[in-house]
């Protein structure tokens, strides 16, 4: 879990994002993807919309980043990279007319794409952003991997769905909250060395992936960071299915961790709980919902779990070997 001590009050985290995004044809089905790397760390971030443009998967990728930023780590100093001009310029340079005039370009049109221009700007006021263009497909590493992420979230729209009969999007009764379904697994070099998560979430026909990684864990504790992470993504509270076939994340947050609690976190043994900081950080990302914590066995293993295997394999540098 993310320690705020480790911070100075009086310099900002420095983080490094590239951004991209597109629709294949545009307008129609898109993606965006975004990789921010702070220090050591990594974490990629993906979505896609069945109907949408370049330009807004372009800007929703600058806007989610910055969000993940802001919940993770406060108030960052950015160096947010793109190949878009249309969302340089239109941050950098355009936004203050707009915002002038109401939201009315030059010629008192309404200005396209304002709901997450005007998202975008909020998330700006959150950080120290300085905007970098870089020319796409020109071979620098990490606006390609931004690139493939974007390509693969809206390639993803095509993966196969759950066969009928598979449970509802929730096992809670509908509230009103909206229903998602997160899919979650880890990944370890050894038993402890370089380990990755990743999480793919998904509501109606909208998907989005996030993964991340770190050096000196366990796949044990990945997978409980890539659960907390996944639901701390989540901007409002929800009802979730979260899936996954390791009994360690799903019989631990929905059995085993009453007991621990009871027992002031000590085993019935009477030993300390492994991963008791990322298992708070869970208990605290999943309050704000109705979460249903369900084990994906046997042969019940969705293209989406696998998509979340595969993410975690290359936040290790690893290949995916399957479930």
Known sequence: MFDPDTLSDS?????????????????????????????????????????????RMEIHAAAAALALLEGLLGRCQVNLHTDSEYLRQGITEWIDGWISRDWLTRDEQPVKNQDLWR???????????????VKGHAGHPLNEQADRLATEARRARRRPRPEPG????????????????????????????HGGWGAVLR?????????????ATTANAMLIRGATQALQALTRPCR?????????????ASRWVKGWQARDWQTRDGT????????????????PHRVTWLLAQGDDVSADLEWAGELAAQATGEPYKGS
């Open 119 to 133: 998202v975008l700007h909020r998330l700006t006021q959150a950080h120290d952003v300085t905007w970098h263009w």
């Open 203 to 215: 509501t109606g026909d909208h998907t989005r992936s996030l993964s991340g990684g770190e050096a």
């Open 272 to 287: 300390p709980v492994a991963n008791r900081a990322e298992w708070e950080a869970l208990l605290e990302a999943a309050r």
């Open 240 to 252: 979730v299915i979260l899936h996954s076939d390791a009994n360690y994340l799903i019989h631990g």
């Open 166 to 193: 598979t449970p509802p999007v929730s096992a809670h009764p509908d509230d009103g909250r909206p229903a998602v379904e997160i899919y979650v697994k880890s990944s370890c070099r050894g038993s402890e060395g």
């Open 11 to 55: 310099t900002p985290p420095q983080v490094e994002v590239y951004t991209d995004g597109g629709c294949d044809p545009n307008p129609g089905p898109g993606g965006w993807g975004a990789v921010i790397r702070w220090d050591e760390r990594e974490w990629t971030l993906s979505g896609n919309d069945p109907a949408t443009t370049n330009n």
